[in-house]
T-cell receptor, first 114, second 113 residues
Framework: EDQVTQSPEALRLQEGESSSLNCSYTVSGLRGLFWYRQDPGKGPEFLFTLYSAGEEKEKERLKATLTKKESFLHITAPKPEDSATYLC???????????????FGKGTLLTVNP | DSGVTQTPKHLITATGQRVTLRCSPR?????VYWYQQSLDQGLQFLIQYYNGEERAKGNILERFSAQQFPDLHSELNLSSLELGDSALYFCASSPLTTSYEQYFGPGTRLTVT
């Protein structure tokens, strides 16, 4: 069974204090790792997709990296508006692309204090 | 705004009742997914439809069913509701052509009393 574990469960940072969130996974045949941001009571917002070990993606203060067993979401000089729950998900399923699901971790609740 | 719409935003109903949640995918997306999010379980995949056909099933109870119509909108039917069914229900859609990320709607908050 596919498993996704995120750590820490919660992280409190001061504005400007850089840190990293971890997502480790155990799947049979990774076909993509996805990062989402979710604000309270809202739907998850897509951030990044990573497909192969060594791949990196960046967007503003966020950078996602991928190894064979885990992914990191690095947050550089965070601001209070970066406060949210960050979710990691893995894609498994057949290679055809029309039949797959995402398995989500439970998320990391990030709070950035001014 | 992801382009995925869901109605209603909130739903309050009693145990034993039946409700229908509606989702319209982003323009051009053929695949629709339903997820349930509760505080203790996190985001759980329920079911996927692709161009009107069921393609994958997750932890969906027998009391729940879904369908995707020819105009690609989808409905999730929840029946014989129990207190434990109270949760946020999200619909997502995906292009499944050049990319596989899923775009989520704003969700329907279901409260069963």
């Amino acid at each position: 069974e596919d498993q996704v574990t995120q750590s820490p469960e919660a992280l409190r940072l001061q504005e400007g204090e850089s840190s990293s969130l971890n997502c480790s996974y155990t799947v049979s045949g990774l076909r993509g790792l996805f990062w989402y941001r979710q604000d309270p009571g809202k739907g998850p917002e897509f951030l990044f997709t990573l497909y192969s070990a060594g791949e990196e993606k960046e967007k503003e203060r966020l950078k996602a990296t991928l190894t064979k067993k885990e992914s990191f979401l690095h947050i550089t000089a965070p601001k209070p508006e970066d406060s949210a729950t960050y979710l990691c998900a893995v894609r498994t399923g057949n290679s055809g692309g029309s039949n797959y699901k995402l398995t989500f971790g439970k998320g990391t609740l990030l709070t950035v204090n001014p | 705004d992801s382009g995925v719409t869901q109605t209603p935003k909130h739903l309050i109903t009693a145990t034993g009742q039946r409700v229908t949640l509606r989702c319209s995918p982003r323009s051009g997306d053929l695949s629709v997914y339903w997820y349930q999010q509760s505080l203790d379980q996190g985001l759980q995949f329920l079911i996927q439809y692709y161009n009107g056909e069921e393609r994958a099933k997750g932890n969906i109870l027998e009391r729940f069913s879904a369908q995707q119509f020819p105009d690609l909108h989808s409905e999730l039917n929840l029946s014989s509701l129990e207190l434990g069914d109270s949760a946020l229900y999200f619909c997502a859609s995906s292009p499944l052509t050049t990319s596989y990320e899923q775009y989520f709607g704003p969700g329907t908050r279901l409260t069963v009393t």
